[in-house]
């Protein structure tokens, strides 16, 4: 299947109007209207004819009135049930990410914001609470208590080692023994 570019191919408004068909359909239109106006205008002056032609337009434009009054609530809904259509359709065929990325200064409104108010909206004690339930407090503590008991342990052994040595030494000492007899 061959694309081609719309616009090359139709031209624009502007072009169709300036068309030479389109203009004597125009100028046609224009010459039977203005026929219309001067046969109405001179029937209007008729004796017998003219108060019955007035009569029957004025009927007619009262039944107009009506017409427009009595359906225009319809033709509103009408209309906008199809504009709704309308753009549905066209915002289906749009990819609106590509065109939001496309056409607006995210920073721009990011620069509008007023950050004081999105915090202000913020419910912290919520927020809080939830990173609460994501950290496993008992975990940590455990782990900061075993590795702190540990290290506790360790330095009790070795104080006691040395201890042990001192009052051994203290008990060599008073009984008269060397280190080499140990």
Do not use: C
């Amino acid at each position: 299947m061959h694309h081609e570019n719309y616009d090359a191919v139709m031209g624009t408004d502007v072009d169709l109007l300036k068309h030479p068909v389109v203009s004597a359909a125009v100028g046609t239109a224009a010459m039977a209207v203005g026929a219309a106006e001067a046969a109405y205008r001179v029937a209007e002056k008729l004796p017998v004819f003219g108060p019955l032609m007035r009569r029957g337009v004025a009927g007619l434009s009262e039944q107009g009135d009506r017409w427009v009054t009595q359906s225009a609530d319809q033709f509103k809904a009408l209309v906008a049930a199809v504009a709704a259509d309308l753009v549905d359709l066209v915002l289906d065929e749009m990819d609106l990410n590509a065109l939001v990325r496309e056409r607006l200064d995210i920073d721009a409104i990011a620069a509008d914001l007023d950050i004081e108010a999105v915090i202000n909206r913020v419910d912290l004690i919520a927020l809080a609470d939830r990173v609460i339930e994501g950290v496993d407090l008992p975990a940590i503590i455990r782990e900061s208590t075993n590795s702190m008991t540990a290290e506790v342990m360790t330095d009790v052994r070795t104080q006691g080692e040395r201890a042990d040595d001192v009052v051994a030494g203290i008990v060599d000492r008073m009984l008269g023994r060397g280190r080499e007899n140990r």
